[in-house]
């Protein structure tokens, strides 16, 4: 099992999950980083429980009785999950060029923090990575120890540069300007890709919303970038249950096919030879990763019956005597 000294400062997300939250914390303890940065978001007033489990969370994560340069960020107004993680990477950035990154639910093998750090060293200047991920869903490529994709690794357990994040651009108000031009369509592998993701933007530029991976999304197809996946799987999310921060129903399809998913650890690192992308595995990746296994024929109807009938739909069933010319 790969268990080098980390010297690369980690950043851990955390918020009001102690269970969780000292399930991820022994790894790190496990680990002894060198540096470690905490941000913690404060609690919401308006939910009773969450004063004790914050408190208990802190309480946690301040138990740091290694050698380690240790950073906190405790705010004492609630931001929510989406300013919270935002505000957390300006802080972190502010201070390093690379970053380890977790959040309270994401917990990872040992192996899964020198993965990362070799990664983050052998392509510290390659300006086409964006990410490199701790999660495997399941397809692998080739013989090395992982592969490129588009998509972007998983935001719970992860790691970047901050050249990476100097593109970020949380609001994504660059996406007007472009998401007409055929250079900015022409990034995805086809035209059910593009219509696919630039919902998810739309959605996100019209209405707002408590991410911040979408932007994620959004950074790799516009500079054309690539993330880094594992081909085992290094981590897995312990929070799909009723207290995430996402409307995933615990007992659903997708609940039980990413949540608490078996991890693994390395032994070395095998390199490949080349960074580039198999465009016919990546579209299987997708389909895997995106559309969570579900055929191209069913995922392309449904996206499709959804996005333009539904729509015409609800428009006759609200005014149904003027549709039929009787009014």
């Not at 007033?45 to 405790?74: E, G, M, P, T, Y």
């Not at 994040?165 to 900015?184: A, V």
């Not at 312990?238 to 078996?262: H, M, T, V, Y």
């Not at 070395?268 to 992308?277: A, F, G, M, N, R």
């Amino acid at each position: 099992m790969l268990k080098d000294k980390i010297t690369t400062p980690i950043l851990l997300l955390v918020f009001n999950r102690p269970e969780k939250t000292k399930r991820v914390f022994d790894v790190i303890k496990n680990v002894q980083p060198k540096k470690l940065y905490i941000a913690a978001d404060a609690p919401r007033s308006h939910v009773s429980s969450d004063a004790d489990n914050c408190s208990s969370v802190r309480a946690i994560v301040s138990q740091i009785d290694w050698d380690c340069d240790a950073k906190f960020l405790f705010h004492k107004k609630n931001l929510g999950c989406s300013l919270a993680g935002k505000t957390a990477w300006d802080w972190f950035f502010d201070q390093e060029e690379e970053m380890i990154f977790i959040e309270d639910d994401g917990l990872v093998s040992v192996s899964f923090f020198a993965f990362c750090q070799e990664m983050l060293e052998i392509y510290r200047n390659d300006t086409q990575i964006a990410y490199i991920g701790g999660v495997n869903y399941g397809p692998k490529y080739g013989n090395s120890s992982y592969f490129f994709s588009r998509l972007p690794a998983a935001t719970y357990c992860m790691a970047t540069w901050k050249r990476v994040y100097d593109l970020y651009d949380y609001r994504m108000e660059s996406y007007k300007s472009i998401r007409g031009m055929d250079s900015f369509r022409n990034k995805f592998s086809n035209k059910f890709e593009f219509d696919f993701f630039s919902e998810k933007f739309d959605s996100y530029v019209i209405n707002g919303g408590n991410t911040y991976d979408i932007q994620m999304i959004y950074l790799v197809y516009k500079y054309e970038m690539y993330s880094i996946v594992p081909n085992i799987n290094l981590a897995s999310n312990i929070g799909l249950d009723s207290g995430a921060n996402n409307n995933l129903a615990p007992d659903s399809a997708r609940a039980i096919k990413l949540g608490n998913r078996p991890r693994f650890e390395l032994t070395k690192i095998v390199h490949p030879d080349l960074v580039e992308l198999d465009h016919k595995f990546d579209m299987e990746y997708f389909r895997v990763r995106v559309l969570y296994g579900e055929s191209w024929t069913s995922a392309i109807f449904r996206f499709y019956i959804c996005k333009y009938l539904r729509p015409a739909y609800r428009a006759i069933l609200k005014k149904p005597l003027e549709f039929l010319g009787l009014r």
